[in-house]
């Protein structure tokens, strides 16, 4: 199974501020990535996927970086509604395809 | 507008069967694609538990094949979870999920149902 670990668990930033993520993988997983937002009471809404590129109707302000092992979830000017839970997913590894551990961005 | 609705009992008692249904709306599960279940306990993050094809080609979590199985209904634009002999640490909140699949571009989940809160208790 691939492990991935997401830091920091929780990230205090201002509005306004850059918010950067980390995700790793316990081993490569190519650029088979996708990063999900989560709100209280609310299912994960896909933002990224192949590691960068946003889906559909995700503001430009969101974006994805990495390859292998390392990733980057880049939020650049956070505003009020991204305050949220942030996972990764690994999809190299058909059909099991395993998420982080989750980076809670709370408003500091 | 693809749509996803999971439905089933919110409480199960212990040792007991979970059975969940999503039903689909805005595509057909007959066109492709594979269609997941994830679970979340309350305040945790997301396990994945298992995946099936419109033909009823099934994957499953290692950690949970032994008491799960998900099947299809093409007719009723469908599919369903059962988890047997449950215990207190599958309180979980259920999503299904499409799993969307290209080439170039390869998997993600990209439409989830609302979620459904699933507790074992007596």
């Known amino acids: 199974e691939i492990v991935m670990t997401q830091s920091p668990a929780t990230l205090s930033v201002s509005p306004g501020e850059r918010a950067t993520l980390s995700c790793r993988a316990s081993q490569s997983v190519s650029s088979n990535l996708a990063w999900y937002q989560q709100k209280p009471g609310q299912a994960p809404r896909l933002l990224i996927y192949g590691a960068s590129t946003r889906a559909t109707g995700i503001p430009a302000r969101f974006s994805g970086s990495g390859s292998g092992t390392e990733f980057t979830l880049t939020i650049s000017s956070l505003q009020s509604e991204d305050f949220a839970v942030y996972y990764c997913q690994q999809y190299n590894n058909w059909p099991r395809f395993t998420f982080g551990g989750g980076t809670k961005v709370e408003i500091k | 507008q693809v749509q996803l609705q999971e439905s089933g009992p919110g409480l199960v008692k212990p040792s007991e069967t979970l059975s969940l249904t999503c039903a689909v709306s805005g595509y057909s599960i007959s066109s492709g694609y594979y269609w997941g279940w994830i679970r979340q306990p309350p305040g945790k993050g997301l396990e994945w538990i298992g995946s099936?094809?419109?033909?009823?080609?099934?994957y499953y979590n290692p950690s949970l094949k032994s008491r799960v199985t998900i099947s299809v209904d093409t007719s009723k634009n469908q599919f369903s979870l059962k988890l047997s002999s449950v215990t207190a640490a599958d309180t979980a909140v259920y999503y299904c999920a499409r799993l969307y699949y290209d080439i170039l571009t390869g998997s993600r989940y990209d439409y989830w149902g609302q979620g459904t809160l699933v507790t074992v208790s007596s």
């Open positions: 099936i094809y419109h033909s009823g080609s099934t």
